[in-house]
């Protein structure tokens, strides 16, 4: 996993929690909590920071795992503005992580495992979202739905519809705008 994500991580528990928490944090991992944003970094150091805090707030790992995601688009808004211009939605920026936010994610920070992302409509126009990555992190994603969602001003349920966590071979995701 690429340093930057370790850095927005930080930067969103410092911003929620204080900086104090993000090094109980590392402590509580056994990481030592050097991340380049270049740096390649074991997947494995994510998913213990996320136990970590999973374990110190009594939630989830898939609820930290959404927490994150939700509190990094407007740290990443904030870094990678031009990724979020020209969009005046949720739905069409989810749509371009594919073919455009994805693709300069590679170029920007080489090596970096992007997931991949189906997309399809229902007749009711909501968004069916396949998602496949041997990370399995599929509730980042979610989070990161619910922060576009966030900051483009609209209301989003999001609901599993099958998990790479019980074992179908990819994560559907329906996406219903509220209102």
Known sequence: ????????????????????TWDD?????GVDGAFTSLGSYPDET?????DAAAAATG???PDVLRWFG????????????VFFQGHRSARSFILSVNEIIHPEVRKLYS??????????????GDLIIGYQSPR??????????????VHYGEQVTVSHLACMLDDSPLCRLRVR???
């Open 111 to 124: 090596g970096a495992g992007c997931p991949h992302f189906q997309f399809s409509t229902t007749p009711d």
């Open 177 to 179: 705008w509220d209102g």
């Open 70 to 81: 939700e509190a990094a688009i407007p740290l990443l808004a904030e870094r990678y503005g």
């Open 46 to 50: 994510m998913l213990a920071l996320v």
């Open 1 to 20: 996993m690429k340093g930057i994500i370790f850095n927005i991580l930080e930067e969103a528990v410092t911003l929620e929690h204080g900086p104090d």
């Open 59 to 61: 939630a989830a790992p």
């Open 25 to 29: 944090l590392l402590d509580a991992a």
């Open 136 to 149: 399995r992190l599929c509730a980042l994603a979610e989070g990161f739905i619910r922060g576009a969602a």
